[in-house]
């Protein structure tokens, strides 16, 4: 005998999907008759799931306007959480449709900074050297608390243990210096000094909506490593610009606006290339804390796990 299964009350409080998809369809169209037309089925078959949707809900979702309909404030309710949904299953479905037999998909969870300026700088070699592997990769920086249906095959954060299921492996300590383009630092030759850059334009990582990260470093943190007093700063300095998105530092600091903390993993690519330099030699090693890369267990011994994980470890390796 089949192992009995209680009443599952999400499932039963859900209307039919059928008529759903009419209502959906209704809402975008403003037409019952257009609505038909783009599902292929009769006018009346729109209405009659239309009605019975309105009686399961015990609401009405349309008035008539004229010869077309629209939403009454319960519709429009319905209609935002209803699209939403319909465009995130059709979003899985084609990814799982367009998905060829010979590919391997592997998600990747980081955060948005490294995916911007560490990923996006080693992945063209990656891509070309494993052609028969589709990367998924989700920028985010709450490791802790993913969105349902988000399950990574590989995380990369400064969190030792992220979750059950999953081996660490060190990658590096944050190593934090200041940053500029060469243009800013022929403008402003006073900057090849501490003090010459606590007086100069700082765009200054804050710290607000990142509680999700380990410790924070921003330019009072930096300098107060360096003994330097960033209060000391003369009234006559350039303000001091704060914002919690890192690529909006970055894309500041290259289009010449000032001098941010560069996180090494992260620049050391524009470094290379001369895009950026480091206007002194002094600089900043968290010890005590690490970046991990973190695989799940079962993708460990996995093939194609392996492969994303071993090629990770080896730009790190030095």
Known sequence: MGKHADPDTLLLRMPSLRAVKAFVAAAKYESF????????????????????????LGAQLFVRVGRAVELTPAGAIFFEAAQMSFVNIAQAADRIRSTPVHKHVLTLCCSPAFSAFWLSHHLPEFRANNPDIDLNLVATQNFVNMEPGVEPDIIISK??????????????????????????????????????IRDAALLNLSPIGRSGVAEHVDWGVWFAFQNIDLD???????????????????????????????????????????????????????????????????????????????????KFER
């Not at 590096?172 to 000094?193: A, K, M, S, W």
């Not at 998105?245 to 941010?260: C, K, P, R, T």
């Open 159 to 196: 969190i030792p243990k992220v979750a059950e299921g999953y081996k660490s492996y060190p990658l590096c300590h944050d190593v934090i210096y200041p940053i500029c383009t060469p243009l800013f630092l022929e403008q402003h030759p006073d900057i090849n000094t501490l003090e010459g």
């Open 33 to 56: 008759t257009r609505a038909a037309e783009a599902l292929c089925v009769t006018q009346a078959a729109i209405s009659r799931q239309i009605r019975e949707l309105e009686a399961f």
């Open 232 to 314: 000391e700063r003369p009234a006559c300095a350039p303000p001091i610009l704060n914002a919690n998105d890192y690529s909006l530092i970055i894309n500041m600091v290259l289009s010449h606006q000032g001098i941010a903390l560069g996180w090494n993993q992260l620049v050391e690519g524009m470094l290379e290339r001369g895009v950026l330099v480091q206007p002194v030699k002094q600089q900043m090693t968290l010890r005590n804390s690490l970046h991990y890369l973190a695989c799940r267990e079962n993708a460990v011994d996995d093939e194609v796990g392996s492969r994303v994980r071993d090629w990770i470890l080896s």
